[in-house]
């Protein structure tokens, strides 16, 4: 039994509703004392970046890379039902017998402090209408978003089968999806998402992590980074991606992707 989970989600519910509208929302689903443990985290000021430009509205502020900032934030990327959810997503379009088909893409924290506009509807997947399908988001709400004006996160069902970007009329057909503190949202990146408008003065955060397939560049070096909050096992290093570098020469290795311990940094030789 999960640490982390209060109970255990619908696995074919999730997948159905993210065929049909490209999110799932699972209701107060994370451990409360565990969502408490990774705002404390993300609420620590001393890894605040301010977002200045107008994407991320006013006020806001991101905490990035959090995959090695806790153990919390390391433990709950590596949860098994988090897993089951990321296996289920990734299988269409991978290869029969093949391993390890996705990778964890990034995790970080997106902050809004008071008041703010509504966020542009937008994709994270890059490419628009992918199938099979590229990245999976998972968004954690770390405090209550139950009301009008507490700038929840807003989506347009069944936009990741749209063969465009978003557009100013895609506003009107835009949900807002409210949670309490431990609602996890499930989303194919290609679905337009965004924040809605923020009109009340507390403090809205929300955790953001993502899987992605195994060829697809990581946002930042994941296997570079110099520490971690604790020692990894190599399954855990086959999902951040440790064995996805290519190699500098034809010496090192000739297949797609393995171990390259000359060129991974980590402080327990691995």
């Known amino acids: 039994m999960s640490q982390i989970f209060s ?4 696995f074919d519910q999730i997948a159905e509703e993210l065929a049909v509208h490209g999110f799932s929302c699972i209701s107060e689903v994370i451990v409360s ?6 705002s404390a985290v993300v609420y620590n000021q001393h890894y605040w970046y301010k977002e200045s430009d107008s994407f991320h509205g ?3 502020f991101l905490v990035p890379n959090l995959i090695n900032k806790s153990t919390y934030c390391l433990d709950l990327a590596f949860d098994d039902n988090i897993l089951a959810i990321a296996k289920r997503f990734f299988l269409p379009g991978a290869y029969h017998d093949e391993k390890n088909v996705y990778q964890l ?3 970080h924290g997106r902050v809004i402090e008071g008041q703010s506009p509504p966020q542009q509807l937008h994709i994270d997947s890059r490419c628009c209408g992918i199938y099979p399908p590229s990245h999976l988001h998972f968004f954690l709400y770390l405090d209550d978003c139950v009301a009008a004006g507490d700038g929840a996160t807003r989506f347009v069902p069944g936009s990741h089968r749209f063969l465009r970007y978003s557009r100013q009329e895609d506003d009107s057909k835009a949900v807002e999806v409210h949670g309490k503190k431990g609602t996890l949202i499930v989303l194919n990146s290609a679905t337009y998402h ?3 408008q923020k009109s009340t003065i507390g403090t809205r955060g929300v955790l953001t992590f993502a899987f992605s397939r195994w060829f697809i ?3 930042f070096s994941i296997p570079y980074f110099k520490s ?3 020692e990894l096992t190599e399954q855990e290093r086959y999902i951040l991606g440790f064995d996805n570098y290519g190699a500098i020469d034809d010496f090192s290795r000739i297949s797609a992707r393995g171990i390259l311990p000359d ?3 980590n402080p327990y030789n691995l």
């Open 217 to 219: 560049r990581q946002p």
């Open 105 to 107: 893409h990034l995790m």
């Open 7 to 10: 109970y255990q989600p619908n």
């Open 194 to 196: 965004g924040s809605s």
């Open 263 to 265: 060129l991974i940094a």
């Open 33 to 38: 004392e565990y969502v408490s443990n990774l």
């Open 228 to 230: 971690w909050p604790r």
């Open 58 to 60: 006013h006020n806001t």
